[in-house]
T-cell receptor, first 118, second 112 residues
Framework: GAVVSQHPSRVICKSGTSVKIECRSL??????MFWYRQFPKKSLMLMAT?????????EQGVEKDKFLINHASLTLSTLTVTSAHPEDSSFYIC??????????????FGPGTRLLVL | LAKTTQPISMDSYEGQEVNITCSHN???????ITWYQQFPSQGPRFIIQ???TKVTNEVASLFIPADRKSSTLSLPRVSLSDTAVYYC?????????????FGTGTRLLVSP
């Protein structure tokens, strides 16, 4: 299947600092990527849809100024957690859509980034 | 977006076949059904995707009845390494992008 990578895999930061997480589609181009967060033993929660060359679309309750998303190329989307606080500690997962011939789509996920804010 | 309902958990033993059923009564005409597997601290891994009838790949089969209001993921001869959470999702493809909403998933425990 298609490969999606994330970097870093784990990050620890101090409260008040900003953290950038990268999501890359390694062997395909993705005009659309998604960002999710997941708390322990809970399901994934969609945060935002990242569209190449345009502004991201955020889900209700997700602060766009807190979670900055940039999708500058067809293989890279970044999520920046600004002024991070301990409650932002979570597992962040990105995904990218692979479109096959005939327009069937499949969403492939990255390995996730564990963020711990002290 | 169609809502899905799955059993919260299932138990099995090594070598057995496991069938996980998902209900999606409000599935729309353009919706596909996709199953993912997730291990702790990892991103979901694509297992299989289908629209109707039966789909089979090297790891699983997906059975979808004619009314498409449910689907069953079949894992043949499970092993301990199949212990994971399995998510059933439906989402519209071919209309721009497929926005997925995750449900609770099914936590499968495979014992020796």
């Amino acid at each position: 299947g298609a490969v999606v990578s994330q970097h870093p895999s784990r990050v620890i930061c101090k409260s008040g600092t900003s953290v950038k997480i990268e999501c890359r589609s390694l062997d395909f181009q993705a005009t659309t990527m998604f960002w999710y967060r997941q708390f322990p033993k809970k399901s994934l929660m969609l945060m935002a849809t990242s569209n190449e060359g345009s502004k991201a679309t955020y889900e209700q309750g997700v602060e766009k100024d807190k979670f900055l998303i940039n999708h500058a190329s067809l293989t890279l989307s970044t999520l920046t957690v600004t002024s991070a606080h301990p409650e932002d500690s979570s597992f962040y997962i990105c995904s990218a859509i692979l479109r096959l011939a005939g327009a069937q789509e499949t969403q492939y996920f990255g390995p996730g980034t564990r963020l711990l804010v002290l | 977006l169609a809502k899905t309902t799955q059993p919260i958990s299932m138990d099995s033993y090594e070598g057995q076949e496991v069938n996980i059923t998902c209900s999606h009564n409000n599935i729309a005409t353009n919706d596909y059904i996709t199953w993912y597997q997730q291990f702790p601290s990892q991103g979901p891994r694509f297992i299989i995707q289908g629209y109707k009838t039966k789909v089979t790949n090297e790891v699983a089969s997906l059975f979808i009845p004619a009314d498409r209001k449910s689907s069953t993921l079949s894992l043949p001869r499970v092993s301990l390494s199949d212990t994971a959470v399995y998510y059933c999702l439906v989402g519209t493809v071919n209309t721009g992008f497929q926005k997925l909403v995750f449900g609770t998933g099914t936590r499968l425990l495979v014992s020796p």
